[in-house]
């Protein structure tokens, strides 16, 4: 009988062929990045790379097809329903296929070498190569540019955060916020045009990375070690001692200071007039959006209760937010999605913050943030930091991000790509199988095949819904094209040990934007 990493592999190659560009040349480079990360998938084990200090998350499948390949994917899959794309959005592709492969290669000599010294020479040789080549490299520095944070960020989140990956999702999270970090500061350095809602996204998301940076750093040249140890017991005298109060004072300290010296005067200059009226001015624009906001504020303090109620967790009680999501992101992108936009984009930044509160037990919410957020932990948060929440709403938020300024006639189904993959068919399986799943997929999983086909059921019956309410729907996709979107996502989901918050949704848009029309 086949692994699952092999059928997830092939439910997942099966679907590129629908991707593939037209021209020769994209063609080729995407294929041949595509059969190199296979063979590093099944020459790579993630246990050889503890002795070189990086630990991911003890999985069966490494992941590395999936994570290294879904950028690339998504990027391509954009193409077919975005009129106009960025002037360099063509570099952008083949940057990200580029920094795939740099990456792979890296971790391939890496996981081959046995001395920590040649690998940590390794990993100086290949940044100092990029950082030149950029530097010198007239035309060509925004591929050495993607490539080099890219290993920046992949060292920095094995380092830092420790056993909280996979080497896939590694790969997927540093190739986003690579691609992420290039494309504003791009924009910004070349004065290219930049939308109000996405320069709030892009300032919020680094005012947020800065934050974690000069906190870390403030608290290393404290000599304060105590973000190294992971123990119980250890975080229980943290939160008894006087160190408690030095990180209060030094987290408020450098959080006010980045938001007041930085976020404010960045984000007032790429809007145009002061951030706080221009979000006044945003918000009561229209009643929609007051009630819009009015009803999340009621569903959050719903969600919030559940987290104070809840002692012990399980299956369905994670599954409630998942609803709770769904109630919030479905008339949101219906009736306002600028300001689903916006209210996403703002409450990543505040996860980002509570998530830091938690892990160093900050005054006066830190403690109770962690006994909170305790229950809910399932197996996959094996690290510091627990990114399930960050994960669902980043799910729920992506296809929203990256397709809002598409026109609701080109987009159709795909800013529902997080609503119809999470919050209702990911729900269904977890929910049936849990209750009525007999016949599991595989001994390696408890995934059932009552689950997968409750998924495919009810995301089926979501896709009517959406298509019976809304007239720009209807003509868009086949009941061929949305059955076979909705089979490939749910098979995916059951033979995947990736998080599926972050993959099910990227790639449920990319087969949605890959069949539009055409099926």
Not at 396 to 415: D, E, N, R
Not at 444 to 467: N, P, S
Not at 495 to 510: A, G, R, V, Y
Request: glycine share 6%; charged share 10%; net charge positive.
């Amino acid at each position: 009988m086949m692994s699952l990493a092999v059928r997830e592999l092939l439910v997942f190659s099966s679907s590129l062929f629908l991707l593939i560009d037209e021209d020769t040349f994209f063609r080729l480079i995407f294929l041949s990045v595509f059969v190199f990360a296979c063979l590093a998938q099944y020459s790579i084990t993630q246990k050889t790379f503890k002795s070189f200090g990086w630990a991911f998350r003890n999985e069966h499948n490494s992941g590395i097809v999936v994570g290294g390949m879904l950028v690339p994917i998504t990027m391509l899959a954009s193409t077919r329903i975005k009129s106009s794309l960025p002037i360099m959005y063509e570099d952008y592709q083949i940057a990200s296929m580029l920094s795939v492969t740099v990456l792979l290669n890296l971790l391939i000599v890496i996981h081959n070498l046995g001395s920590v010294i040649a690998k940590k020479f390794v990993l100086f040789a290949w940044l100092l190569i990029c950082l030149v080549s950029f530097l010198f490299w007239e035309g060509k520095r925004i591929y050495f540019a993607n490539i080099l944070l890219g290993i920046l960020y992949f060292e920095g989140l094995v380092q830092y955060l420790p056993t909280s990956f996979t080497i896939g999702e590694c790969l997927l999270v540093s190739q986003a916020l690579a691609l992420f970090t290039l494309d504003g500061c791009s924009r910004i350095v070349l004065l290219h045009s930049i939308s109000p809602l996405y320069a709030c996204l892009q300032v919020l998301v680094h005012g947020a990375l800065v934050v974690c940076i000069c906190f870390a750093i403030v608290l290393f040249i404290l000599n304060d070690k105590g973000k190294n140890k992971k123990s119980e017991k250890h975080l229980k005298k943290l939160s008894a001692s006087s160190h408690r109060w030095w990180r209060m004072i030094i987290f408020y300290a450098v959080t006010c200071s980045v938001v007041i010296l930085v976020l404010f005067p960045v984000l007032s200059y790429l809007l145009g007039e002061f951030v706080i009226l221009w979000g006044l001015k945003f918000v009561f624009e229209t009643n929609i959006r007051i009630l819009l906001i009015a009803s999340w504020v009621i569903l959050v303090l719903l969600a919030s209760l559940i987290v104070y109620a809840t002692e012990s967790s399980s299956t369905i009680v994670r599954k409630y937010f998942h609803v709770i999501a769904v109630l919030i992101y479905v008339p949101g992108i219906m009736l306002d999605v600028e300001v689903t936009y916006l209210a996403s984009t703002g409450a990543l930044f505040i996860f980002i913050l509570l998530e830091i509160i938690r892990v160093f037990r900050i005054e006066p919410f830190g403690s109770l943030l962690h006994e909170a957020f305790s229950v809910f932990v399932d197996k996959r948060d094996s690290g510091m930091v627990i990114l399930t929440h960050i994960y669902l709403l980043l799910g729920f938020s992506i296809p929203v991000w990256l397709y809002q300024h598409v026109p609701s006639t080109q987009a159709g189904l795909v800013l529902f790509s997080g609503v119809i993959s999470l919050g209702i068919g990911d729900t269904a399986a977890s929910v049936i199988g849990s209750k009525y799943g007999k016949h599991r997929w595989s001994a390696e999983t408890v995934k059932t095949i009552e689950g997968t086909l409750a998924a495919v059921v009810t995301q089926l019956a979501a896709c009517y819904v959406f298509r019976a309410i809304s007239t720009t729907l209807d003509s868009q996709y086949s009941w061929t094209a949305m059955t076979a979107v909705v089979l490939v996502t749910s098979l995916l989901e059951a033979f995947t040990s990736q998080i599926d918050n972050l993959i099910l949704p990227l790639f449920m848009s990319s087969m949605f934007c890959a069949l539009k029309n055409i099926v």
